[in-house]
């Protein structure tokens, strides 16, 4: 199986996540923001990162890289996608995703070990996990604030489209505590904090980001 | 040469996390009497040529594919003068 | 105005020109003007004035600075050394590591973000100059009184720049220090310091060699940044009766930097350079120069061709200018399409602005006319140097004198833990993650060791696991009370910690930031400060790689205290092996290494008493040696599961801090003056954790490098107890600890 | 109740990164013919009681104090009928 991870101008992360893919067992390649297919790739990853300086607003900019139409495409008809970060900042401005990530309520760049809920794990990117386990991630942004209209928020509650929120107090703001989100398919996830930081005790907190990799290896192997 | 100002502020439902924290440290610079900040932004964008429909339509579409976020954001858009 | 130029020069002759305006003293220009065999023209001016400030000449240093040459100790692991924009070193299967610190002082208290952001800028350009992808950062600094309100102007500014461009460049911040001390009202120390890794085959140099080879110009087009900034800002103290001198500011674009590094990173790959050249401080003046002057010896600028970001900048102007994000290359004809195309891939800017020759001359036009034609040494690397005088402060002995005995000493049960919590709740010692987690520790997937342990550490190599480690040091106070051994502690304690971790000590970088070089005393602190880290280094075998002076750090007669951050490079063979700070099981046992003694002078416990005076303890440079080779063989033989350095605050703190950090409490029992035991900050200590398995072995290890070991208790519990003393619940620590920099810079942006 | 308008723009002389990353997308979107494009801050402050020469003068000052970082960038306060 083989998953592509988009380098923006910008992006950070891009090299950890498909560390994250092999880590997983994938094969993992790199897609340039300005080509325009996707050739044989069975799923993607939008890394965190500052695509285009993030400059205007996270994500504003990247949404319109040619590889992005492709993508939108392709996860439209089904294809895994996840939005890390920067990535679900791209997703939200692409509309792929309801809502859109503000500034933390703090104002302030904020990395630290955050813990999370799972609360949904019928998407391709979380069937490994179980409902209500906690886990713990890096998250690390300063706009990480996920905010939304309350319509769009009663429809994510009652659908069960949150798939995990921040546990104990709220980091950032976030509208209910969300730390991502899904669509109603379930292939197109946006995830605030960094699965990929999490693949290793050496390097991270725990190895509990794993999970949304060899989640949808498994997905895409079923199929 | 034609000038346009594109202001771009947050829905009035939209939770603004800087204009709070203005409107929180005012006060403690002595400002009383405040009821609300919000903070927004402001875009200075030359164009060559005069200022026809054609390009104040061009700008409003700018401004809503990119300049502003339709979710969050409303935005207007002046010919500076 | 009309355009100057070499004709013009020799026309009109005795054309009176403002070179004292622009910091050159008369002596100097007389130089230039025997150099040249006729007056500068106004852009020859510009440059020479700019190269020969303090700042980039380091003419009031230099002669000082030459003692780390003369007394580097015999190394293999050093492949090139002082003199590069930064030093390399081997640190085996091939890899070679590169790291610099750098000041970005004066700036950063005139304008805290951008002055923050763009230092960090510079010195990750600098080691990038190398050949080297950067892989981490840190950030030494220094400020006025916490609770000042002009720190909180400055602080949170200085910190949300170094986090808004460090985490946009995507390089993990592993560690700094955060220091007040009134001294530093007004003359904050915004110190960064980047580490970046290559293959020894990729170092790359700044030399303009090969006839015929093209200069290129390439990043951010030039605008009016920090014109004549080097100069003003590095040269000169503040004085707030004249805020007219208030100089442009820089801004930085560190999405124009990162995709820079982007795009250098694969031009190297291809190995498309002869050389490169950063631009930072007195931009294309100092670049071209440079280059030149290290190379093949001439070379031609157009400097028509330099892409501005404001067409109207004269041509002094644009030789002056510090827009930032800049670099030029050296690229042979045959290359220069690929080069070009790379830069094209990255959206990076990149001009063609001249050609390397063998005229012995750099020279640049203008609008077809010459404008600037000069040997290039003399503009780069054959500056004035300057024998300033230097003399002991007339009250240096009443200062040494004046010991901290004074103060009432804490001696009952309740004092005792009131002088912990006191302790450990002062912004000094307190935890500073407010600051540190504006910073991205993790990006890079890399980072085994951060913020707060002793050093940071990180991989890179993922197969075999090899790793480097670094830490940055220097108590001031002890370097005010005695600069030679103050800065030899300094070094003591950046080898300790990098030796806590379990790596092995391997170079020396550092920064050196001081008042103003024109006062006796500053420069004798500076001289003893220099010799005692040269000194100290050749004793412990250790290159010093490379550095920065930063000067002129007063207020009005007030120097700050003398501040020699010291930053030691280490390198581990397996950084799964490494040694962190914290308690994480109960039952293990604790261990003191090292002997204590009344070490109070110049301590953390008098600084907060408002006491500084007395002699600071000696550093014993042969234990630490001892020390370290205990550490990093126990480190390899995995016999540890935590160590802690012992710095300000002593015992107390070191053990509070290891406790706090997993909330895994110990039961400790002292000797002696329980004050002295808790308190004291005698050099060339740690605590160290030990299962009871490992127990025999870490002992007989201790003595065979004869070190001395004090059982201090064992772990466990909810709760520091210090046996017949008191005790203290973590969560009462932790409270302590952790509530100060909320308190204090909460709801400041 | 009076409503102002504080306007932050970065001084023309200053790097403008937001900007110029604006600049560089739109023609990828099709608008031709950008000379430049700016981006600053825009503030709506309400404050209690009517607009006097006093309340502008107040508003002056927290724009020079909070609002506006005069080493890098101009302001303009307005009345907002
Ligand atoms: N500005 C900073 N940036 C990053 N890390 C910092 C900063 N200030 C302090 N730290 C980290 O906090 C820890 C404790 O700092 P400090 O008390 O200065 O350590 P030490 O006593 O070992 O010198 C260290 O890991 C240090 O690297
Ligand atoms: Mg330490």
């Known amino acids: 199986m083989i998953i592509g991870v988009v380098t923006f101008p910008g992006s950070l992360d891009d090299r950890d996540a498909a560390r994250a893919v092999r880590m997983a067992g994938g094969e993992a390649v790199l897609l340039w923001h300005n080509d325009h297919s996707l050739k044989n790739i069975d799923a993607v990853v939008l890394p965190g990162g500052f695509s285009y300086g993030d400059y205007l607003r996270c994500g504003a900019i990247a949404r319109f890289a040619p590889i992005m139409q492709e993508v939108a495409a392709r996860a439209q008809g089904g294809m895994p996608l996840l939005g890390i970060c920067n990535g679900f900042q791209v997703l939200c401005e692409s509309h792929l995703l309801p809502g859109v990530l503000t500034r933390n309520s703090d104002l302030h760049f904020l990395c630290r070990d955050q813990e999370l809920i799972i609360e949904n794990n019928s998407t391709q990117w979380t069937s490994e996990y179980s409902i209500g386990q906690h886990i713990t991630l890096p998250l690390k942004n300063g706009e990480g604030s996920y905010q939304c209209d309350d319509e769009t928020l009663r429809l994510l509650e009652s659908e069960g489209r949150i798939l995990a929120r921040y546990v104990g107090e709220n980091p950032n703001g976030s509208r209910n505590s969300i730390a991502g989100i899904t669509n109603e398919r379930g292939n197109i996830v946006g995830l605030m904090p960094h699965p990929e930081h999490a693949i290793e005790e050496l390097t991270g907190p725990t190895t509990d980001g794993l999970g949304f990799f060899t989640s949808v290896l498994k997905s895409l192997i079923a199929l | 040469m034609a000038r346009f100002i594109v202001e771009v502020m947050l829905k009035p439902e939209i939770l603004d996390p800087q204009g709070a924290a203005i409107a929180a440290a005012l006060p403690r610079l002595g400002f009383a009497g405040l009821t609300s900040v919000r903070q927004g932004k402001r875009f200075e964008i030359e164009i060559e040529g005069p200022a026809t429909a054609e390009k104040i339509a061009e700008i409003e579409s700018a401004a809503e594919l990119l300049l502003a976020n339709l979710v969050i954001e409303n935005f207007v858009v002046r010919v500076d003068e | ?749």
């Open chain 3, 1 to 749: 105005m009309t355009l100057d130029t070499v004709k013009s020069a020799l026309i009109d002759a005795n054309q009176v020109q403002p070179y004292r305006e622009l910091g050159l003293r008369d002596d100097e220009y007389a130089r230039i003007k025997s150099i040249l065999g006729r007056r500068p023209t106004s852009s020859e001016l510009a440059m020479y004035s700019v190269m020969w400030s303090e700042h980039c000449s380091y003419k009031s240093s230099k002669v000082h600075l030459r003692q780390f040459g003369e007394k580097q100790p015999k190394t293999d692991a050093l492949l090139v050394g002082i003199g590069e924009n930064a030093g390399v070193v081997d640190v085996g299967e091939g890899y070679a590591v590169t790291f610099k610190i750098e000041s970005h002082n004066h700036p950063s208290f005139v304008e805290p973000y951008q002055g923050a952001a763009t230092g960090v800028g510079g010195i990750v350009r600098d080691i990038l100059t190398m050949g080297a992808r950067p892989i981490a950062i840190m950030d030494p600094l220094r400020f006025g009184p916490a609770d000042a309100s002009d720190t909180k102007r400055v602080l949170p500014g200085v910190v949300a720049g170094i986090g808004g461009y460090g985490n946009c460049l995507g390089l993990p911040n592993i560690g700094g220090e955060v220091v007040f001390d009134e001294t530093y009202s007004g003359n904050p120390l915004i110190n960064a310091l980047c580490v970046g890794v290559m293959r020894h085959e990729d170092i790359k140099l700044a030399k303009a060699s090969g006839v015929g080879n093209l200069v290129v110009l390439f990043g951010a087009k030039t605008g009016g940044d920090g014109i004549g900034g080097v100069s003003v800002l590095a040269s000169e103290s503040f004085d707030s009766a004249k805020p007219s001198k208030r100089p442009s500011v820089q801004v930085g674009d560190p999405f124009a930097e990162k995709v820079l590094i982007e795009c250098c990173l694969e031009i190297f790959a291809e190995d498309l350079v002869i050389g490169i050249q950063d631009l930072g401080g007195a931009g294309l003046s100092c670049a071209t120069s440079e280059l030149a002057s290290a190379g093949t010896g001439g070379m031609h600028v157009v400097l028509d061709r330099v892409p501005l970001r404001d067409p109207s900048l004269a041509p002094e102007e644009i030789l002056m200018s510090e827009s930032q994000e800049r670099m030029c290359a050296i690229v042979e004809p045959e290359k220069i399409s690929r080069f070009l195309e790379l830069c094209t891939r990255w959206d990076v800017t990149a001009t063609v602005i001249g050609e390397v020759n063998d005229s012995a001359r750099l020279t640049i036009e203008w609008e077809n006319e010459i404008i600037v034609d000069v040997p290039p040494r003399t503009v780069a690397h054959e500056g004035p140097v300057y024998e300033r005088p230097f003399a002991e402060p007339a009250g240096q002995k009443r200062l040494q004198a004046n010991l901290p005995n004074s103060i009432a000493r804490p001696r009952s049960p309740e004092e005792l833990r009131m002088t912990l919590l006191d302790l450990i709740s002062c912004p000094n010692l307190a935890d500073k993650s407010w600051v540190t987690n504006q910073y991205d520790k993790y990006v890079q997937g890399n980072t085994v060791l951060a913020q707060p342990e002793d050093s940071g550490i990180v991989r890179i190599d993922e197969k075999t696991g090899l790793g480097v480690a670094i830490s940055t040091d220097v108590n001031a106070r002890w370097c005010l009370l005695d600069p030679y051994e103050g800065t030899r502690l300094a070094l003591a304690e950046a080898y300790r910690n990098v030796a806590t971790t379990g790596a092995r000590p391997l170079a020396v970088t550092n920064c050196l930031n001081f008042g103003s070089p024109e006062d006796p005393a500053v420069m004798w602190q500076f001289e003893r400060a220099v010799t005692g880290l040269a000194d100290a280094c050749l004793e412990l075998g250790l290159p010093v790689t490379g550095g920065n002076v930063s000067f002129y750090n007063q207020t009005g007669d007030v120097a700050i205290l003398p501040t020699p951050v010291v930053g030691v490079l280490g390198v581990i063979d397996d950084v799964a092996k490494r040694t962190a700070m914290a308690i994480s099981t109960e039952g293990d046992e604790l261990y003191l290494l090292g002997e204590t003694r009344e070490d109070f002078a110049g301590s953390e416990w008098a600084h907060i008493h408002g006491h500084l005076g007395g002699m600071p303890p000696r550093a014993d440079l042969d234990h630490e040696r001892r020390l370290a080779n205990l550490l990093i063989e126990a480190s390899t033989s995995q016999i540890l599961s935590a160590a802690h350095d012992l710095s300000d605050g002593g015992l107390a703190i070191a053990v509070a801090e290891m406790s706090l950090r997993k909330r895994v409490g110990a039961r400790i029992t002292i000797d002696g003056d329980p004050f002295v035991a808790l308190f004291s900050e005698t050099p060339g200590r740690v605590v160290v954790v030990v299962s009871q398995w490992h127990r025999n072995e870490f002992l007989a290890l201790a003595a065979s490098h004869r070190i001395v070991t004090h059982h201090l208790g064992v772990t466990g519990g909810s709760a520091l107890v210090v046996a017949d003393n008191f005790e203290i619940q973590l969560s009462e620590l932790a409270d302590a600890h952790q509530g100060t920099f909320p308190r204090l810079f909460a709801g400041t942006r």
